[in-house]
């Protein structure tokens, strides 16, 4: 039987928020599961380590320093096109404006925190189909 590398089976995801609490506990919510997990501190840094790895999916936040979500979704699709990295836009806005703008400008879906982990798997794997 071949061992199985679990690394090349992996989902490389893209936790990116201003808050190292907000990607503490989404990183806790997606360990040992299929994700291989980096972190972002803001829009900037987010596309930076886009250029490095191109993730399959980047939960972004909307609401950050330097360059916030919405720009950062901006840039990424116009560099990446509307494929790869599949986003999930998270905030604490629910307004359908808020929606309507993040699915506008690229988002493949959108998150209100907070959030549990059932809602974040379910949101992750719904863009990745």
Known sequence: MTPVNPVAQSIFCLLTDD??????VA???LE???YEID???NGQAALDKCAVRLP???LLDWNMPVMNGLESLRAMREKYGRQKPRVVLCTTESGVDYIRDAVTHGADDYIIKP???KVLRSKLAGVLK
């Open 27 to 29: 990183r806790r919510f």
């Open 39 to 41: 972190e972002a501190e």
């Open 19 to 24: 808050s190292p609490t907000v990607r503490r």
């Open 32 to 34: 040992g599961s299929e």
């Open 115 to 117: 959030f549990d982990a």
């Open 56 to 58: 399959d999916v980047v």
